[in-house]
């Protein structure tokens, strides 16, 4: 029982907890930049099990991890492009069209699961990259430099997101058609290009996503192999109040609970299994219930635009 509170699994569970947190902040982060523009995209955890399943079948047949990264990212875009159509362009509910394509890339995935490959089967995914002299830092070293790219990647994903939204133009005009579709139109901004652009980066960030659980945390594909992570993403922008920074802070908090349970069941402690699957679950809704600011929320989220409607 003393095994628990040793720094071995201190260190195991927090960098279990970093390689979980990856696709939550790649997710969750693309979700913000959509959500940002006036957009619930509630489809984000099946264009992370299509692009999950398309990054595993080309690294499967050609074995280049980067080329399925890419060609997640182009499955990712282009079912961004197909939200875009729908909600944007024909202006259906958002939250149908989310489902829609939640549906589409679940039943999509398992078909072709099933059909191309049939069983389940491993693939050489990303390798850890130690970090040279920082690697060499007591405990936090091997914990926070000798993560896998797509870890780096993730994290280095916040400030550069948190950059492009607080201090830049184009940051500017998302939130300006997030807030006010109508007087960002009248200034000449185009509400529905950048609420395609703001849904696309949202949807190549998510197929990023799918691509770190199939080829980089578990170098597999089964069905369903989200596990719904991508409507956790989803409610982890509300979580972080629509900032990058405090997504990333729930992203680490879930993934700690899911590190943590994981940990627990490997070293053997008496509690019930499907309690312990609960666990992060659990507290997501509770911590959701009690630290949602519905006064960050943009104004004109999940509506649509009308050109000359106030």
């Known amino acids: 029982m003393r095994d628990i509170f040793s720094f071995n699994v201190l260190a195991g569970v927090l960098q279990t907890m970093l390689s979980l947190a990856t696709p939550f902040l790649f997710a969750a982060v693309g979700e913000t930049f959509s959500q940002l523009s006036g957009v619930v995209n509630l489809g984000v955890d099946g264009i992370m099990l299509l692009s999950a399943f398309f990054a595993f ?31 944007v362009t024909f202006k259906a509910q958002q939250g149908i069209s989310g489902i829609g394509l939640q549906i589409l890339g679940l039943g999509l995935s398992s078909l072709l699961f099933k059909v191309l490959v049939g069983t389940v089967r491993t693939v050489s995914g990303f390798r850890r990259m130690r970090i040279p002299l920082l ?62 652009l703001s849904v696309c980066i949202g949807s190549a960030l998510a197929g990023v996503a799918g691509a770190s659980i ?20 989803v409610a982890l922008v509300y979580f972080g109040g629509w900032s990058p920074i405090g997504v990333m802070g729930g992203a680490l908090l879930f993934s700690f609970a899911t590190s943590a349970q994981i940990w627990l069941q490997v070293l053997g402690v008496d509690i019930p299994a499907s309690l312990a699957v609960m666990i992060p679950y659990i507290l997501t809704i509770v911590v959701l219930t009690v630290s949602v600011n519905r006064g960050k929320q943009p104004a004109a989220l999940n509506k649509q635009f009308f050109r000359g409607e106030n």
């Open 57 to 87: 079948y080309t690294v499967l047949l050609t074995g280049n991890i980067w080329l399925g990264l890419l060609v997640a990212i182009i499955v990712g875009l282009l079912m961004g492009l197909l939200m875009s159509v729908v909600s």
């Open 135 to 196: 690697a060499d830092i007591p405990f936090l070293g091997p914990i926070l430099f000798n993560n896998t790219v797509l870890v780096y990647a993730a994290f280095l994903l916040v400030p550069v997101s948190w950059f492009i939204l607080e201090r830049t133009t184009l940051g500017l005009k998302i939130k300006a058609v997030g807030q006010n579709p109508s007087a960002a139109d009248s200034v000449g901004i185009s509400v529905n290009g950048i609420r395609y």
């Open 214 to 233: 199939s080829i980089s945390i578990s170098n597999l594909f089964q069905d369903n192999i989200t596990a719904g992570q991508g409507f956790i993403a």
